[in-house]
């Protein structure tokens, strides 16, 4: 039942045992391994569940971004030409625009859970332009010196490569206040030259990705993994006033999305559960202004930070997102009134 109790309610409840001091109350055996589910993200060291299939990057099987060497040719260190980035390293430990004292304590003490809350209040939507999360962070990790928190592929594993806390490099300097993802998508495009090669269709007029054959399996976990937009057309939509074509993400996508939105907007509960909207109450397709970008707080696409993105593309269903987002939040939002009336009536664990 532990893992049902949120966060807040966690942190509520340490608190009010801090008077206790029973600090080795919950220590295990010597040796005994902590079990996990296989759907934890980790935030500040603290790990969450989110109902959905997560790897974490010290997960056999699971990609490193604080590997300073090559993940694909590990004998190599990025940059070994460019010299652009001599420490190798591909984020910051530090966000920027901290005031000085959190700056001092972070250097000291490392990031806390309440303080990363208060700095961080966007959560990045991302496509890869490779088609899944392997090739994804071959890109980043090994030939662009990039990184982001999360990679989610075809078959709705999402991949975690280094802990919320650090500061990913993925968009610009929205660096500083947010999350990222990049969602596994070959991307959107004015014609359908690139699609009706990555896309192909049964007998029936199903369709489905059509891998090139030098990405092999794609490195999914799903063995056989059949990757179907869950709309069977492309979309055709406006971004940033221009038209484009692209096909949507997989159901498995969406509902492992959908999850990981509703944890940190949970975990981070500066993330708002919306995203940009015109003054129609429309999603927004186009970049926000600067000073738009410093009001808003909530789930965004890259392509509303700048002007020079379209992903995370037309395809996005940003209302089915949000939907599940907030069914998943009442849902929680219910568990939790449930374990805080049990909290002041008893013991919260039973
Ligand atoms: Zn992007």
């Known amino acids: 039942m532990l893992r049902r109790i949120a966060p807040a309610a966690l942190i509520g409840a340490a608190l009010l045992l801090g008077g206790c001091q029973q600090p080795h109350a919950h220590f295990g055996e010597p040796g005994e391994p902590l079990a996990r589910a296989g759907d934890e993200i980790m935030v500040c060291g603290h790990l969450y569940h989110t109902g959905a299939p997560v790897v974490l990057w010290t997960d056999r099987g699971g990609y490193d971004a604080y590997r300073a060497h090559c993940h694909f040719k590990p004998d190599e260190v990025y940059p070994a030409k460019a010299g652009k980035n001599p420490s190798a390293q591909r984020y910051g430990t530090f966000r920027r625009h901290l005031p000085p004292e959190v700056t001092a304590d972070v250097a000291s003490n490392g990031w806390s859970l309440p303080e ?111 990757a179907r937009p869950a709309r069977n057309a492309p979309v055709v939509g406006e971004v940033q006033g221009k038209e484009y074509r692209q096909y949507d993400l997989t159901d498995a996508q969406y509902a492992s999305l959908i999850k990981l939105t509703a944890t940190l907007c949970q975990v981070l509960p500066r993330i708002r559960a919306d995203y940009p909207r015109d003054a129609e109450g429309a999603l927004r397709t186009s970049a926000l202004s600067d000073e738009e970008l410093a009001q808003f707080s909530g789930v965004l696409g890259h392509y509303h930070i700048t002007t020079r993105k379209i992903d995370p593309g037309p395809a996005l269903d940003w209302d089915r997102l949000m939907r599940g987002v907030h069914r998943a939040l009442h849902r929680q939002g219910d568990t939790n009134r449930v374990v805080s009336r049990g909290m002041h009536g008893g013991n919260p664990e039973r």
């Open 116 to 226: 990363l809350q208060e700095y961080v209040d966007l959560f990045v939507l991302h496509y890869d332009v490779c088609g899944v999360s392997r090739q994804c962070f071959k890109v980043l990790q090994d030939m662009r010196g990039l990184s982001v928190h999360f990679m989610l592929d075809l078959d709705g594993t999402i991949y975690q490569t280094l802990d919320l806390k650090e500061r990913a490099w993925h968009a610009g300097s929205a660096n500083d206040r947010s999350v990222g993802v990049e969602i596994a998508n070959i991307g959107a495009y004015p014609n359908m030259n690139t699609l009706d090669k990555w896309y192909g269709h049964d007998a029936d007029g199903r369709t489905y990705v059509t891998l090139p054959r030098w990405l092999g399996d794609g490195g999914m976990r799903t063995k056989g993994f059949v």
